[in-house]
């Protein structure tokens, strides 16, 4: 028998995160607004004020959320465990990038909660998230305000996305619907799928392994990149690869490497492993 949907697992999979908030009462409404909404985790990206009791004096019977709130330095450890990020974007950018709505954003966090963690992502007051952190992200929502005022209050924003992901959380409880893996992660005779999706420390490390064999290969300049690595991401996004199809890459990019080094260098296969060899034996010592 399938197990049921599970509202609280999901929402507990499902982060919000704030990315260098100026003012600490941003923050604190920001936690309000998710409470209200059911979600608890927050993560905080260089906060230019945090820890604050302006903030909790906002956050009002949220405190205790910011008191669990998780701090880093970078957009990049704030997402590294999750298999899908959601960025919140009102401008138009140069290079499309696959944008949703609110309820369509809320359906997709809600789908991967089921099986990945997931992010969804707030950016400065006054600019947004900046076009490399927005390259960190899946997907982007645009929240379809008034053109004569599109910039909402950032805790306004939360509200917002967190309301139409309650929505979603509450539609799936009341229909009994059973745990499955989202449509997309089906073949067509209706396999779920076997591997998780890829989590983001895992696929930033397979970009940089990317851009430094194309580097190396004379195929990316990076001192003339124009939108090469940029393609590159919003393709491999779009795919949103798993952790096997990873790993799969990065041994594919690996032996390109040894295949480099040894027309390079000239020397033979077997001196390239001779050399491997002593290494770990050297290593091991």
């Known amino acids: 028998m399938s197990e049921v949907f599970d509202l609280e697992a999901c929402a507990n999979n499902i ?119 927005l390259q960190l992200c899946h997907f982007h929502v645009n929240i379809p305000a008034d053109e004569k005022l599109s910039s909402l209050n950032l805790a306004a924003a939360v509200m917002v996305i967190s309301y139409e992901v309650r929505q979603e959380l509450l539609r799936r409880q009341a229909e009994g619907q059973p745990i499955a893996k989202p449509a997309e992660e089906e073949i067509a005779e209706g396999v779920e799928w076997d591997v998780p999706k890829a989590t983001g420390n895992q ?49 594919f990019l690996a032996h390109i490497d040894m295949l480099n080094e040894r027309a390079t260098r000239g020397i033979s296969v077997e001196q390239q492993r001779q050399e491997k060899r002593d290494a770990k034996l050297q290593k091991d010592l």
Not at 237 to 248: A, F, K, L, N, T
């Open 15 to 133: 982060r919000i995160v704030l990315v260098n908030t100026s003012h600490p009462g941003n923050i604190g409404a920001a936690a309000r607004a998710m409470k209200n909404m059911g979600l608890s985790k927050i993560t905080l990206v260089d906060p230019e004020d945090f820890p604050s009791p302006v903030a909790m004096g906002r956050a009002v019977s949220a405190a205790d959320i910011l008191e669990n709130a998780v701090v880093t330095k970078t957009l990049e450890e704030a997402v590294s465990g999750c298999g899908l990020v959601i960025g919140a974007s009102a401008r138009i950018r140069s290079i499309p990038w696959p944008l949703i709505s609110p309820p369509q954003c809320a359906k997709q966090a809600v789908d991967d909660s089921v099986q990945n963690e997931v992010a969804l992502v707030f950016g400065r007051e006054d600019s947004g998230l900046t076009n490399e952190e």
């Open 203 to 251: 696929v930033e490390s397979f970009y940089e392994h990317l851009e430094q064999v194309m580097v190396d290969l004379n195929f990316h300049d990076p001192d003339n990149p124009r939108l090469l690595m940029l393609r590159m991401r919003r393709l491999f996004g779009r795919i949103r690869p798993d952790q096997m199809e990873v790993s799969v890459l990065r041994g």
